[in-house]
T-cell receptor, first 111, second 117 residues
């Protein structure tokens, strides 16, 4: 089955700096890559997603890039704010039929 | 936006008993629902995928006789943990997606924290 790896496991940045989280996947058939933010004790929330026919997608301060050849995708958060502090998960899926999650990155934005 | 509810939010049970967790899509029809297990400060582990009206597909290593999944309608899926043991204690989260072609987004329920004594 699919294997998704995520790095780093923890990340601390100063407020206003950028944060980058990277994921790799193993199944070349995966074609949908969502990113989720999970705050303590709450459900994961979709923050951005990308499909395999697109190399980059941006939504305000958040962007995701995908390299299909290398089978890796990254989340970029610019101008970080304290409320961005949370655990972020990447996932890989084949047309949304099954989702395999990365191990998570705990992001702390220091005011 | 799409809303998924889960009930109960917390349950404590004795070892050997069975526990049923319900997952409902409140404002959309969920062709597919997923069940995950999440350990403290860990990732979500996909347990099974259930499609309405058919048997669930379990991930490798997940005992289908222990974790019974029923997806009897387009808005309800249930997970029953049978003969629960302390090692089954965990956070169980469901998610649902509409199943329309090109709509892969899954929406998560709030989770159920199970403690088996």
């Amino acid at each position: 089955g699919e294997n998704v790896e995520q790095h780093p496991s923890t990340l601390s940045v100063q407020e206003g700096d950028s944060a980058v989280i990277k994921c790799t996947y193993s199944d070349s058939a995966s074609n949908y890559f969502p990113w989720y933010k999970q705050e303590l004790g709450k459900r994961p929330q979709l923050i951005i997603d990308i499909r395999s026919n697109v190399g980059e997608k941006k939504d305000q301060r958040i962007a995701v890039t995908l390299n299909k050849t290398a089978k890796h995708f990254s989340l970029h958060i610019t101008e970080t704010q304290p409320e961005d502090s949370a655990v972020y998960f990447c996932a890989a899926s084949i047309t949304g039929n099954q989702f395999y999650f990365g191990t998570g990155t705990s992001l702390t934005v220091i005011p | 936006g799409a809303v998924v509810s889960q009930h109960p939010s917390r349950v404590i049970c004795k070892s050997g008993t069975s526990v049923k967790i319900e997952c409902r899509s409140l404002d959309f029809q969920a062709t597919t629902m997923f069940w995950y297990r999440q350990f403290p400060k860990k990732s979500l582990m996909l347990m099974a995928t259930s499609n309405e009206g058919s048997k669930a597909t379990y991930e490798q290593g997940v005992e289908k006789d222990k974790f019974l999944i029923n997806h009897a309608s387009l808005t309800l899926s249930t997970l029953t943990v049978t003969s629960a043991h302390p090692e089954d204690s965990s956070f169980y989260i469901c998610s649902a997606r509409e199943g329309e072609w090109g709509i892969e987004t899954q929406y998560f329920g709030p989770g159920t924290r199970l403690l088996v004594l």
